[in-house]
């Protein structure tokens, strides 16, 4: 990659990162919520001042750099509840995994060793809460609206209840983690399921993950993302699955050839705090660290779509790019989701979300105007 096309990819997103963490008008989270509901919160006045002083942290173990999503989210998360409690909330960000990698982080957590942590998505999650791995059906979702229509919706908030429940961590913002994984490789393009087959290709150690690969053919190699980029260059694996921002974020369009948008699985990303110490907080400062949450969400959602339109455009000149029609991505649907969802059935705890998720996809769709 050119120094003058690394630059002016930084300064398209530094400019639209305003946007991704404040919204369009030059707003701050404070800003969104309109004055009458900011009274009532009680930012601007002095209603905290019998209320605590509190130090809290939200770490993370992605880089620090505000034009990524889990920095993005983040910041939005710290300026919200510090403008919102009058100072009386402090936020430290811990970014880079200094704490710690995600599952580290995720312990840390739960144990109420730190407040609040993200760059969690669903395979860390599974670690202490299997049904979470409903979410890798593929070929679930056909876009990031109706899978947030979901998550942020009622199907969401009863599972991350009962996740709450089991584990004591309780969600406050959920966002997409670069949206939909997409298949790459540096032997030769995919277009139908058959393509696939032979192919090593890199996935997370997530069982649903590596199952989808098996179903199409294909030999599916677990490597830690701090290796990815060394395995595709040697060819230790011959190609790998993430979203569009990531690929970008790793490089990967640097030594591999090929990309399809087939969207097999969408990933999410979600912002944890301890929830022992959530309900030892006073009532004010719980709504606005819900509040907070919110904002976060919203935030990281709006990086990551504006990295995605940015990056396939930025990616078409290093890689070909492989857009498949609705009947071809029907296709891998029928070779993969029967057989996978047979799979998450037998490792998760209650098998019952799956036809839960199913049905709430269903209902995401017609709610939002997509299907009848």
Same mark, same amino acid.
């Given at each position: 990659?050119?120094?003058?096309?690394?630059?002016?990819?930084?300064?398209?997103?530094?400019?639209?990162?305003?946007?991704?963490?404040?919204?369009?008008?030059?707003?701050?989270?404070?800003?969104?919520? @309109?004055?009458?509901?900011?009274?009532?919160?009680?930012?601007?006045?002095?209603?905290?001042?019998?209320?605590?002083?509190?130090?809290?942290?939200?770490?993370?173990?992605?880089?620090?750099?505000?034009?990524?999503?889990?920095?993005?989210?983040?910041?939005?998360?710290?300026?919200?509840?510090?403008?919102?409690?009058?100072?009386?909330?402090?936020?430290?960000?811990?970014?880079?995994?200094?704490?710690?990698?995600?599952?580290?982080?995720?312990?840390?957590?739960?144990?109420?060793?730190?407040?609040?942590?993200?760059?969690?998505?669903?395979?860390?999650?599974?670690?202490?809460?299997?049904?979470?791995?409903?979410?890798?059906?593929?070929?679930?979702?056909?876009?990031?609206?109706?899978?947030?229509?979901?998550?942020?919706?009622?199907?969401?908030?009863?599972?991350?209840?009962?996740?709450?429940?089991?584990?004591?961590?309780?969600?406050?913002?959920?966002?997409?983690?670069?949206?939909?994984?997409?298949?790459?490789?540096?032997?030769?393009?995919?277009?139908?399921?058959?393509?696939?087959?032979?192919?090593?290709?890199?996935?997370?150690?997530?069982?649903?993950?590596?199952?989808?690969?098996?179903?199409?053919?294909?030999?599916?190699?677990?490597?830690?993302?701090?290796?990815?980029?060394?395995?595709?260059?040697?060819?230790?694996?011959?190609?790998?699955?993430?979203?569009?921002?990531?690929?970008?974020? @790793?490089?990967?369009?640097?030594?591999?050839?090929?990309?399809?948008?087939?969207?097999?699985?969408?990933?999410?990303?979600?912002?944890?705090?301890?929830?022992?110490?959530?309900?030892?907080?006073?009532?004010?400062?719980?709504?606005?660290?819900?509040?907070?949450?919110?904002?976060?969400?919203?935030?990281?959602?709006?990086?990551?779509?504006?990295?995605?339109?940015?990056?396939?455009?930025?990616?078409?000149?290093?890689?070909?790019?492989?857009?498949?029609?609705?009947?071809?991505?029907?296709?891998?649907?029928?070779?993969?989701?029967?057989?996978?969802?047979?799979?998450?059935?037998?490792?998760?705890?209650?098998?019952?979300?799956?036809?839960?998720?199913?049905?709430?996809?269903?209902?995401?769709?017609?709610?939002?105007?997509?299907?009848?």
């Amino acid at each position: 990659m050119s120094r003058k096309k690394i630059l002016i990819f930084s300064l398209v997103l530094m400019f639209v990162f305003s946007l991704a963490l404040f919204g369009c008008g030059g707003e701050t989270p404070a800003d969104l919520d @309109g004055p009458d509901e900011q009274e009532e919160q009680g930012g601007g006045d002095d209603s905290f001042a019998d209320l605590p002083d509190i130090q809290m942290t939200l770490a993370h173990a992605d880089i620090d750099d505000p034009t990524q999503h889990i920095q993005a989210a983040s910041l939005a998360f710290k300026e919200y509840v510090e403008a919102e409690s009058n100072g009386k909330i402090k936020v430290e960000i811990s970014p880079g995994g200094a704490l710690g990698n995600t599952e580290q982080l995720q312990e840390q957590t739960m144990t109420g060793e730190i407040e609040a942590s993200t760059s969690h998505t669903e395979g860390t999650i599974a670690i202490v809460y299997p049904n979470i791995q409903t979410i890798s059906v593929p070929y679930l979702f056909d876009s990031v609206d109706q899978a947030l229509e979901v998550f942020r919706g009622e199907f969401g908030q009863e599972m991350f209840e009962e996740m709450r429940q089991q584990t004591g961590l309780r969600v406050i913002g959920v966002w997409d983690n670069g949206g939909f994984r997409n298949f790459t490789n540096s032997v030769r393009p995919i277009r139908k399921p058959e393509d696939m087959k032979g192919l090593k290709m890199r996935t997370m150690d997530i069982p649903a993950h590596m199952a989808i690969v098996e179903e199409l053919g294909g030999t599916p190699t677990p490597v830690s993302w701090a290796e990815v980029y060394s395995a595709l260059e040697t060819g230790v694996v011959d190609g790998h699955d993430n979203s569009v921002p990531v690929i970008i974020l @790793g490089s990967i369009h640097e030594v591999q050839d090929y990309l399809i948008l087939d969207g097999h699985v969408y990933t999410q990303q979600h912002l944890f705090i301890n929830d022992e110490w959530f309900n030892s907080l006073p009532k004010a400062y719980q709504e606005i660290i819900l509040r907070a949450g919110e904002k976060a969400g919203i935030a990281g959602e709006r990086a990551c779509r504006v990295y995605r339109d940015i990056g396939l455009k930025f990616l078409s000149d290093y890689m070909e790019i492989y857009e498949p029609t609705l009947e071809e991505i029907d296709a891998f649907r029928q070779a993969t989701q029967e057989p996978v969802i047979k799979f998450i059935e037998e490792d998760v705890d209650d098998p019952a979300w799956i036809d839960k998720i199913l049905k709430a996809a269903e209902e995401a769709n017609r709610k939002l105007g997509y299907t009848k």
